[in-house]
């Protein structure tokens, strides 16, 4: 992407992961002093500089790990040539490295090019893309060589846990495999989650190699600078491959290295905070494109790896729109599938860039795809894009009547086995509905009700009358064709008929875009509580598109209600007020319930009662997520103290 962005004018590039930070002047200044008293000129020993490696080693042993420097650390020349010489060392030709997907895009290139082949384990989209020790369990065979994973993740932003990853550990030491870690993200946190490294594992040295490189933590993304830890035994191999390769890292790299160890934490934390407050904003912008786009919280890093709503024209082949928003709105991203097989339909943003660029790019963005919206990427690309969750043609072409009975057929055995499955296990259902924030909406409500309830919350976030029952049922269409949607019926049978799954709540996305949308999904599922999210955001002003969401919200509204069920709706939105106007059992939020003190810490005011916020929440998605979280805990009999512990940051999930 960046190669193509270089020849077209005026582009805003999002894509490549480089702080737009200069290397602090008092590592430059160290470095010109070594380049005029000619110390840089000829190699240094192959693993490094002594001085350096000794600072490594303290580094290391500050964080709770004690290397040799004379024969357990290496210099290498960034993370990425680390990683390629272990990997170069480790493995044979036909081996497998298990990796998490989305992963890194040169983590599958590096092994192929070691004779090895990735085994992608994907990471659980709905709860923040976290790590599945138990599905890497299964991935791993009598070929597996090694386990390949960042922490936090690129592209995703996430943190693994403590106890996954001593899992993972545990996985690595009983099938004898290699265990590398790539921490290269490790110094920008934005919450209370911590990163930890098995290299702090007792008795798993010879198990572990654990890289970091300077690029990120000191702006240092030019130098190309890191370094690479593990038991003795496993260095002297690695460092034969360093050898071959590049002799050693550049010896001016080296002692900028040097003075960035000596520099201290104090540019790290300047840099942090700045990365944090640009997630922030971008969050924000994400936000108010929430017509387009599907969001996790990064808690790490400085990326976001949003997903395309399935309506969205190209939504399916990430790397056509990432060229066609290229070309057309001049801002560059990176396509989903470039970071594994589950990566495609995401774009990767970097928020590394100035503020500026990223205004400038969203609102780019922003114009793009409201061209998109109206008037679609031309017949062509939406022909080929439209997934089998999207709804079809209102008068589909004459040859193409046999499939669209076969679709309908197919949506009315989903729909029984949808409700069948319901009235056997019985779970209160909480729906979301509106235009604006609800995956952010979906993720707040299951994380305050996972501590006090069994909780499910559906597999994709965008649900029409064929992706909510496969959400009820607790599958989804794995791929496109005929052949998949067979495949994911057969499952939802299966799950329907027989599953035995202990779920007390449900959480449920409702897609409205055409009349009759409301009716459509009620036919699977009648909520005990809807939640009502903003309808009229900036990004149309089609007002006839918008009255047929406040219509179909109405119908939803009215329909709950009046079956006895509750609902929870946004009055900050004129639209939603309009469409709840003569429904009983409504109670409503609105952001003058947020109370925020100069700190920037805040509170929620709701029923009479103040609620004090430690939680990292951003943006007014989720100011409104937990508004309304608080009601419909509530409404599901949560005791008080349960939710204000939760408030006040007594729970994460990593």
């Known amino acids: 992407m960046e190669l193509r962005a270089a020849r077209l004018p005026d582009v805003v590039s999002l894509a490549q992961g480089i702080p737009s930070f200069d290397t602090p002047e008092p590592i430059r200044d160290y470095v010109r002093e070594k380049i005029a008293a000619g110390d840089c000129s000829r190699y240094s020993l192959t693993p490094g500089l002594p001085k350096l490696r000794e600072l490594i080693a303290e580094s290391l042993r500050r964080d709770g790990m004690s290397y040799d420097p004379e024969t357990e650390i290496i210099v290498s020349c960034g993370a990425i040539e680390a990683i390629s010489a272990t990997l170069l060392a480790a493995i044979e030709p036909g081996q497998e490295v298990v990796l998490p997907s989305p992963t890194y895009a040169s983590y599958p290139e590096v092994i192929r090019m070691a004779g090895g082949v990735p085994r992608f384990v994907p990471?659980?989209?709905?709860?923040?893309?976290?790590?599945?020790?138990?599905?890497?369990?299964?991935?791993?065979?009598?070929?597996?060589?090694?386990?390949?994973?960042?922490?936090?993740?690129?592209?995703?932003g996430t943190v693994y846990s403590r106890a996954q990853i001593e899992r993972v550990a545990a996985?690595?030491?009983?099938?004898?495999?290699?265990?590398?870690?790539?921490?290269?993200?490790?110094?920008?946190?934005?919450?209370?989650?911590?990163?930890?490294?098995?290299?702090?594992?007792?008795?798993?040295?010879?198990?572990?190699?654990?890289?970091?490189?300077?690029?990120?933590?000191y702006g240092m993304t030019g130098?190309?600078?890191?370094?690479?830890?593990?038991?003795?035994?496993?260095?002297?191999?690695?460092?034969?491959?360093?050898?071959?390769?590049?002799?050693?890292?550049?010896?001016?790299?080296?002692?900028?290295?040097?003075?960035?160890?000596?520099?201290?934490?104090?540019?790290?934390?300047?840099?942090r905070l700045e990365f944090r407050r640009r997630r922030d904003r971008t969050l924000g912008h994400l936000d108010r494109l929430s017509h387009v786009f599907d969001y996790q919280k990064p808690n790490a890093s400085y990326f976001v790896f949003p997903r395309v709503k399935d309506t969205v024209p190209l939504a399916r082949d990430s790397r056509a729109l990432a060229i066609d928003l290229l070309e057309r709105g001049r801002v560059a991203l990176v396509p989903g599938v470039a970071f594994g097989p589950t990566g495609e339909a995401h774009l990767r943003v970097s928020f590394s860039r100035r503020t500026e660029d990223l205004d400038l790019a969203f609102e780019r963005i922003g114009d793009y795809f409201d061209r998109a919206w109206r008037s679609g990427l031309g017949a062509d690309h939406r022909a080929r894009d439209l997934p089998s969750t999207s709804e079809p043609?209102?008068?589909?072409?004459?040859?193409?009547?046999?499939?669209?009975?076969?679709?309908?057929?197919?949506?009315?055995?989903?729909?029984l086995l949808s409700r069948r499955y319901l009235a056997r296990v019985r779970?209160?259902?909480?729906?979301?509905?509106?235009?604006?924030?609800?995956?952010?909406?979906?993720?707040?409500?299951?994380?305050?009700?996972?501590?006090?309830?069994?909780?499910?919350?559906?597999?994709?976030?965008?649900?029409?009358?064929?992706?909510?029952?496969?959400?009820?049922?607790?599958?989804e269409i794995e791929g496109r064709g005929v052949r998949a949607a067979v495949e994911a019926v057969a499952r939802a049978t299966v799950h329907g008929l027989f599953s035995r799954e202990p779920v007390d709540v449900l959480i449920l996305e409702m897609g409205l875009r055409r009349a009759g949308d409301a009716r459509a999904l009620l036919g699977s599922v009648l909520p005990d509580v809807l939640v009502l999210t903003p309808i009229a955001p900036s990004f149309t002003g089609d007002v006839s598109f918008l009255r047929t969401i406040e219509t179909e919200v109405a119908t939803l509204a009215r329909e709950v209600a009046g079956r006895g069920g509750a609902v929870v709706a946004c009055r900050d939105d004129a639209r939603v007020v309009a469409a709840i106007e003569g429904v009983p059992r409504v109670t409503t939020f609105g952001r003058e319930q947020v109370r925020i003190d100069g700190s920037g810490r805040f509170a929620l005011e709701s029923g009479g009662a103040t609620y004090d916020v430690g939680l990292d929440a951003v943006g007014d998605s989720s100011f409104y997520a937990l508004l309304a979280g608080v009601e419909v805990a509530r409404l599901l009999g949560v005791e008080d103290a349960a939710l204000r512990r939760f408030l006040t940051g007594g729970r994460f999930t990593h």
């Open 223 to 271: 130098w190309r600078v890191g370094f690479l830890h593990s038991d003795a035994a496993n260095v002297r191999e690695i460092l034969k491959i360093h050898d071959a390769l590049v002799t050693c890292a550049p010896v001016a790299s080296q002692y900028a290295a040097i003075a960035a160890l000596e520099l201290g934490d104090r540019t790290i934390e300047e840099f």
């Open 427 to 475: 779970p209160r259902c909480v729906a979301i509905a509106g235009l604006g924030g609800k995956t952010v909406m979906k993720r707040w409500l299951r994380e305050m009700l996972e501590p006090v309830r069994r909780v499910r919350a559906n597999p994709r976030s965008y649900n029409t009358e064929v992706g909510l029952p496969l959400a009820v049922l607790g599958t």
């Open 123 to 156: 990471l659980v989209e709905e709860q923040n893309f976290d790590l599945d020790p138990e599905a890497i369990a299964r991935a791993v065979t009598r070929r597996t060589a090694a386990i390949l994973f960042g922490n936090p993740n690129n592209p995703t």
């Open 171 to 217: 996985i690595a030491e009983e099938n004898g495999c290699l265990l590398i870690t790539d921490e290269v993200y490790k110094d920008f946190l934005y919450n209370d989650a911590e990163l930890f490294t098995p290299a702090r594992i007792d008795g798993l040295r010879s198990r572990v190699v654990r890289i970091f490189s300077f690029s990120k933590a």
């Open 393 to 415: 043609p209102r008068k589909p072409p004459r040859a193409h009547h046999g499939t669209a009975r076969l679709r309908t057929a197919g949506i009315r055995v989903l729909q």
